[in-house]
């Protein structure tokens, strides 16, 4: 079978809670952010928020983009890793239920990766994270044959926080440059970009078409604090760059050509998780037939706030999912 898209990255599920901003401050992480933690201190933070209720779904960063461009109609195929478990089980029928193209859960050791996501009254989400088997991807699991004729594949940042998995999106982004298939790209998070700065600029520089990334990230890959000099800086290593500015929008650029800027669909925001993954889904969805970078950025935005507008990673059951209606959408409130 051909796929339209194809993404890799670790696949997660993901445990859902409200929460208020002195739990955040208690356990002294990155709010916003992502933090890498062992299945016993997740279950110690679950254990004392028994009494609140947890949303469970199949996540992770590229899932996310994977699913949603799925559900606006792309072939779509994901590469992840889970285990034989339940929660292994219930992340592969949740993936096949949406038609995304997943090879399912594997033998061996270890359970399948969780994070916790934890949802402040602002609406941000912060995540611990535990990798599990998903850590277990490597190179050999990227099969070349999925690739082959997708018009697009997408690799998540998050993948660098191993060597293993790291090695994984670098042969699927060597594939797909081999058969001249545009690599998209997203940095995922400061945290990765902090702590793997030098790999990623070589890999951007050399596999990277299609980026994505939001204004922190931005900042912290290129040190300028201005984000216009950063979107400049990022689009001089790439085709084509998404750079998401949260409730002013975003910028997409086009080597070679004017910057484009796109405002928000305005929405009450419940939680963020997933905004900046559903952008992408939207985003490449539009690149992928043949839109225009302005036509994919409103797409990408309109998917962003639909997300955001309800708990979890997914984009809710009511939303548009054919583009002229999510361009008369936006129109309505940026008349033209």
Not at 30 to 59: F, R, Y
Request: proline share 2%.
């Amino acid at each position: 079978m051909n796929y339209d898209l194809v993404g890799i990255g670790n696949a997660l599920v993901d445990i859902e809670v409200q929460v208020d901003e002195a739990f955040i401050k208690e356990l002294a992480v990155t709010k916003g952010g992502m933090t890498l933690t062992s299945v016993a201190d997740q279950e110690k933070i679950l254990k004392t928020l028994l009494s609140k209720p947890q949303k469970l779904s199949s996540g992770g960063s590229a899932a996310n983009t994977i699913h949603g461009a799925s559900v606006l109609g792309a072939k779509s195929y994901y590469l992840g890793r889970v285990a034989n478990d339940d929660n292994g089980k219930h992340y592969t029928e949740d993936m096949q239920s949406c038609q995304v193209g997943f090879c399912g859960p594997g033998s061996g050791d270890g359970g399948t990766g969780t994070c916790v996501i934890l949802i402040t009254p602002d609406a941000e989400r912060t995540m611990l994270t535990n990798l599990g088997v998903s850590s277990l991807l490597h190179a050999d699991n990227v099969d070349e044959t999925i690739i082959q004729n997708a018009k697009a594949v997408y690799v998540e940042g998050y993948l660098w926080t191993g060597d293993e998995t790291r090695e994984a999106g670098l042969r699927m982004a060597q594939i797909a440059k081999k058969q001249d298939i545009p690599v998209a790209f997203t940095l995922s998070d400061a945290f990765v970009v902090n702590s793997f700065k030098d790999s990623l600029m070589d890999f951007i520089q050399w596999h990277v078409d299609i980026l994505f990334c939001n204004e922190v990230e931005a900042q912290a890959m290129t040190g300028e604090t201005d984000s216009r000099k950063a979107f400049d800086k990022l689009l001089a290593l790439v085709d084509t760059l998404f750079l998401t500015l949260g409730s002013k929008g975003s910028l997409a650029g086009k080597s070679g050509h004017d910057p484009v800027q796109v405002g928000t669909i305005p929405v009450k925001a419940v939680d963020t998780t997933g905004a900046g993954d559903l952008y992408a889904a939207g985003a490449l969805f539009g690149l992928i037939n043949d839109r225009s970078l302005k036509d994919s950025a409103i797409i990408g935005s309109y998917c962003a706030a639909q997300v955001v507008s309800h708990i979890g990673g997914r984009l809710p059951t009511h939303s548009h999912t054919r583009v002229e209606n999510i361009l008369i959408e936006y129109r309505k409130h940026h008349p033209q």
